[in-house]
């Protein structure tokens, strides 16, 4: 094969495309102050609440879409979209045996068991299945900690006022344009509360499933860890194969108090849309974390596979002294695929510091852009941070772009930027493969061994597993 | 070794292939049986290291004529991986860098393949650590190289030794050392030289391709082949390496003008 043929990109079958025939119920197309109203009533949310999800729409009507990153997409028609589809049953169940077993089969399927006897020993999940959670596992266990852990909606309810008090407080309903829509009818999520010194003591997981075709999903997570508390958190979310796009616009919130500390991991694969670029989610997300208290450590790690657009920075506002905020991210690009994604690390408080890994692997016709901003705001003297920016290109038609800012108003503060372009070459392949290695083994080995430092971030139960996911979305794709 | 009785692994008839549309080898004849050491002389162009690529299966030259048989199968029909899961093996004059790749991971799932090719049992992480650290030895290499990418940052020598490494785990039938010798400081030539002796069997053979005499000091061959023009010119013992020294490549050119017609007025 030739260094073109290298380049010569077949689809893998995505593996997660399939849809469950479930009866939904679903509100007409089309979004306007009623739909507003309309959502937070079926939810039976509380006046503050509805509150502020009109107040987002209205400040929406006002905004733009963002037109600054290296995206091409057509216009979205906000009236073809429904904004609230959930499977047709009563209530949140109490048992996960009264839950639908089409659902429980379907979250199997993704190989996310939530019956109780194959559940994950150590990890909790939130299945959220189109607008809603369907279950929650090992919510009392948690309880005897005194953790929290449900879906957003649940919280709204029985918890007001934590939400009232951190809800839009990281991310302002006005934030941009994406967090306006989101924060005006978003569906479900989960949210995360971890007391006083507690350290959580299983690691936490939400599972996002969209399975209506014409559906968009509004995914809100709130993460609040009080002083001296520590979690560990991890996302995961697949979609099935439509061949048309699909809106996922999400909010994210993070909070670390006083030498508080949470990890935030995404293991990203949503739909990208077949081979020629058709279908796949569109992906617009908005996820910040908040560094309030002294000594407190926001940690991001982000495998980004799916999606046919990509369009995320993960942040953190380092506001106390000595707090710090990390963002590793590996973002996998093939076929047509486009992604635009980076952190942005806000240093406020003094000796702040923060680390940024990012790793994009693109493939095929792709494109792959890191966007990054370094800002060392007046105050945060003696505050530092390192960047480390490569990319990865197979075959010769994708591209890889790296926008780094640089914003410094404190001379005292150190800020390093390394960024490095590579390509598999032929030559290497070839070693690889005189050693009885097949080829594409060979391209794994040498994807993994690049994304490795980000890799080391996951926790032990998913790095395998991106390892895995890797190398199946490259499999077939070069030779 | 020379034993006319001994199984023939490779058996190279007639082979013409091209690199980049331009032919290269024009009729290469050439058997090996169990055994024996070979060495493939000639100058720089006259297409031994194409030879030693289009054995390994590079997927940048082409056969357009001739066969390759390797223990009585069509070598050419394999893809790379399967000819070295088999036991071909090719010792690169230049080894490649590959950064971020840990050496003894790759050291680990290259002689995987191997061994499952021979029906053997995988080697999990902590028999594989023994049995790389045994081989070591061979060529006298120190563990740390195993810590980093493979070759990456690696001296010529240091690569080199992690080559003939490379022979020692995956016990290949067929070697092919493709001037193993070139940027080799002596001490570092006889350690590497050491390797390949001490590796050689009544069972395997070794095909030694190289510029130079010094080479053929440390390891003995029992043919030496002269090239020139893409196909075996001489076939002689030793001591036709011996005379090559002695005499240079230029008789070599004055037997290829003998010979009629010659490749290139063609066209």
């Known amino acids: 094969m030739s260094t073109a043929a290298v380049g010569d990109l077949v689809s893998q079958p995505y593996r997660y495309g399939f849809v469950t025939d479930i009866e939904t119920e679903k509100i007409p197309k089309g979004l306007d102050e009623d739909v507003v109203r309309l959502i937070s009533a079926k939810k039976e949310e509380p006046a503050f609440l509805l509150d502020f999800r009109l107040r987002a729409y209205r400040q929406w009507l006002q905004m733009q879409t963002p037109d600054w990153a290296a995206l091409g997409f057509p216009a979205i028609d906000y009236q073809d979209i429904i904004y609230y589809a959930a499977p047709r049953q009563q209530s949140k169940k109490a048992s996960l045996d009264e839950v639908d077993p089409k659902l429980l089969e379907t979250f199997d399927k993704l190989g996310i068991p939530l019956s109780e006897q194959k559940r994950l020993s150590n990890v909790a999940v939130d299945a959220v299945?189109?607008?809603?959670?369907?279950?929650?596992?090992?919510?009392?266990?948690?309880?005897?900690?005194?953790?929290?852990?449900?879906?957003?909606?649940?919280?709204?309810?029985?918890?007001?006022?934590?939400?009232e008090r951190y809800l839009g407080t990281v991310v302002p309903s006005n934030d941009n344009y994406f967090a306006a829509l989101n924060s005006a009818v978003f569906s479900d999520g989960s949210f995360v509360f971890i007391p006083n010194g507690v350290e959580c003591p299983m690691e936490l997981s939400t599972y996002f499933?969209?399975?209506?075709?014409?559906?968009?999903?509004?995914?809100?997570?709130?993460?609040?860890?009080?002083?001296?508390?520590?979690?560990?958190?991890?996302?995961?979310?697949?979609?099935?194969?439509?061949?048309?796009?699909?809106?996922?616009?999400?909010?994210?919130?993070?909070?670390?108090?006083?030498?508080?500390?949470?990890?935030?991991?995404?293991?990203?694969?949503?739909?990208?849309?077949?081979?020629?670029?058709?279908?796949?989610?569109?992906?617009?997300?908005?996820?910040?974390?908040?560094?309030?208290?002294?000594?407190?450590?926001?940690?991001?790690?982000?495998?980004?596979?799916?999606?046919?657009?990509?369009?995320k920075y993960?942040?953190?506002?380092?506001?106390?002294?000595?707090?710090?905020?990390?963002?590793?991210?590996?973002?996998?690009?093939?076929?047509?695929?486009?992604?635009?994604?980076?952190?942005?690390?806000?240093?406020?408080?003094?000796?702040?510091?923060?680390?940024?890994?990012?790793?994009?692997?693109?493939?095929?016709?792709?494109?792959?852009?890191?966007?990054?901003?370094v800002q060392i705001g007046p105050k945060a003297v003696g505050a530092r941070n390192f960047s480390q920016c490569d990319s990865m290109l197979i075959g010769d038609r994708a591209a890889a772009n790296t926008y780094p800012y640089i914003r410094s108003q404190q001379p005292d503060a150190a800020v390093e930027h390394e960024a490095s372009t590579c390509r598999i070459s032929e030559d290497q392949l070839f070693y690889l493969q005189s050693r009885g290695i097949g080829f594409e083994e060979a391209v794994s080995m040498m994807v993994s061994g690049f994304c490795r430092d980000v890799f080391n971030q996951l926790p032990m139960e998913f790095a395998a597993e991106a390892d895995k996911l890797l190398a199946l979305k490259l499999e077939g794709s070069v030779g | 070794?020379?034993?006319?009785?001994?199984?023939?692994?490779?058996?190279?008839?007639?082979?013409?292939?091209?690199?980049?549309?331009?032919?290269?080898?024009?009729?290469?004849?050439?058997?090996?049986?169990?055994?024996?050491?070979?060495?493939?002389?000639?100058?720089?162009?006259?297409?031994?290291?194409?030879?030693?690529?289009?054995?390994?299966?590079?997927?940048?030259?082409?056969?357009?004529?001739?066969?390759?048989l390797y223990r009585g199968e069509d070598?050419?029909?394999?893809?790379?991986?399967?000819?070295?899961?088999?036991?071909?093996?090719?010792?690169?004059?230049?080894?490649?860098?590959?950064?971020?790749?840990?050496?003894?991971?790759?050291?680990?799932?290259?002689?995987?393949?191997?061994?499952?090719?021979?029906?053997?049992?995988?080697?999990?992480?902590?028999?594989?650590?023994?049995?790389?650290?045994?081989r070591l030895e061979v060529v006298k290499m120190?563990?740390?190289f195993l810590e980093r990418s493979v070759?990456?940052?690696?001296?010529?020598?240091?690569?080199?030794?992690?080559?003939?490494l490379q022979m020692a785990l995956l016990e290949p039938l067929v070697a092919i050392l493709d001037e193993t010798d070139s940027g080799l400081d002596i001490d570092a030539l006889r350690i590497v030289a050491g390797g390949v002796n001490q590796l050689a069997s009544p069972e395997n053979a070794t095909l030694l391709i190289t510029h130079y005499q010094r080479l053929l000091d440390v390891i003995t061959p029992d043919y030496v082949h002269v090239m020139a023009a893409g196909r075996i010119l001489r076939t002689g013992g030793k001591e036709l390496a011996l005379e090559l020294e002695d005499r240079g490549y230029d008789w070599v050119d004055a037997e290829l003008a003998a010979l009629a017609p010659a490749p290139l007025e063609v066209g």
Not at chain 1, 132 to 161: D, Q
Not at chain 2, 84 to 98: D, H, T, W
Request: glycine share 10%; with cysteine; proline share 3%.
């Open chain 2, 75 to 134: 070598l050419l029909a394999l893809d790379p991986e399967q000819r070295a899961r088999r036991g071909v093996f090719l010792g690169f004059q230049y080894p490649v860098e590959i950064p971020g790749v840990s050496n003894l991971e790759f050291l680990r799932v290259a002689t995987n393949a191997r061994r499952q090719e021979r029906g053997e049992e995988e080697l999990d992480t902590f028999a594989f650590e023994d049995l790389v650290r045994e």
């Open chain 1, 314 to 373: 993960p942040s953190c506002v380092l506001q106390g002294a000595d707090s710090v905020g990390e963002f590793y991210s590996v973002a996998l690009t093939n076929h047509h695929q486009q992604a635009d994604t980076g952190t942005k690390m806000i240093h406020v408080g003094p000796r702040s510091r923060s680390t940024i890994v990012s790793k994009g692997i693109s493939a095929g016709q792709s494109s792959n852009s890191y966007r990054g901003l």
């Open chain 2, 1 to 68: 070794m020379i034993r006319p009785d001994a199984p023939v692994l490779l058996e190279i008839r007639d082979l013409h292939a091209s690199v980049a549309e331009q032919p290269i080898l024009h009729g290469v004849n050439l058997t090996i049986r169990a055994g024996e050491i070979h060495a493939v002389m000639g100058r720089n162009g006259s297409g031994k290291s194409t030879l030693s690529k289009v054995l390994a299966g590079h997927p940048a030259y082409t056969v357009s004529a001739g066969s390759v």
């Open chain 2, 142 to 144: 120190d563990p740390a």
């Open chain 2, 151 to 164: 070759n990456e940052g690696f001296s010529g020598g240091e690569k080199k030794r992690n080559e003939i």
């Open chain 1, 209 to 311: 499933r969209i399975n209506s075709g014409d559906t968009g999903q509004f995914e809100r997570t709130l993460i609040v860890a009080e002083e001296g508390a520590s979690v560990s958190y991890l996302e995961g979310c697949t979609a099935p194969m439509f061949d048309t796009n699909q809106l996922h616009a999400a909010v994210v919130e993070l909070v670390a108090l006083d030498d508080a500390s949470i990890k935030y991991s995404t293991v990203q694969n949503w739909y990208a849309g077949d081979e020629n670029g058709v279908g796949g989610i569109f992906n617009f997300v908005t996820k910040r974390g908040h560094c309030r208290g002294d000594r407190s450590r926001i940690s991001w790690t982000q495998v980004e596979t799916g999606s046919a657009i990509t369009w």
């Open chain 1, 129 to 163: 299945f189109d607008s809603v959670s369907i279950a929650t596992t090992y919510r009392e266990k948690l309880a005897e900690h005194g953790v929290i852990f449900c879906s957003i909606s649940e919280a709204v309810k029985e918890y007001p006022e934590l939400i």
